[in-house]
């Protein structure tokens, strides 16, 4: 009966357009996915730039601190760092000389860098003569360019 009554105060004419007036129409639909589609693509942009400067600030963590102590912790125990021979998997597993000397593991496992690609290691350093080079590719995966992340001090 109440809507009897607020229908029966309305006029003829405001009673149509109530009716025609049902729902949104389809480029209202279209005009409001394609704006949420352009503020999610512009999201996506600013999260990936984020995100970006992450993976060079977690490789050069990696490369400055990660394996910093178990390096150590091998050069002490075997008398020196590993051969570039030998790489980073003397931490996981003994060398093919000097077994005895070796009390690891020292890593459970060698982690790529962010980008998926292994470490490089070199004992002797070229960039530290007196210790090792680590050093990851950076984000477009080759050596020797401008985006490489080494454990030494930039000239």
Do not use: H
Request: hydrophobic share 35%; no cysteine.
């Amino acid at each position: 009966m109440m809507k009897e009554m607020k229908i029966g105060k309305l006029s003829p004419t405001k009673i149509q357009k109530l009716k025609k007036k049902k729902g949104f129409t389809v480029i209202e639909l279209v005009l409001v996915l394609a704006i949420l589609g352009l503020l999610a693509g512009v999201l996506i942009v600013k999260i990936g730039g984020i995100f970006g400067g992450a993976q060079e600030d977690t490789a050069k963590f990696q490369v400055n601190q990660t394996f910093k102590t178990p390096l150590l912790k091998y050069r002490i125990d075997m008398g020196s760092y590993p051969s570039t021979a030998d790489g980073l998997e003397v931490l996981k597993s003994p060398p093919s000389k000097k077994q005895n000397l070796w009390k690891g593991p020292y890593v459970d496992s060698i982690p790529d860098d962010p980008w998926k690609n292994p470490y490089e290691y070199r004992y002797p350093g070229v960039k530290n003569p007196g210790g090792y080079d680590l050093r990851s590719a950076g984000p477009d995966g080759q050596f020797n360019t401008a985006d490489d992340i080494g454990n030494w001090e930039e000239e």
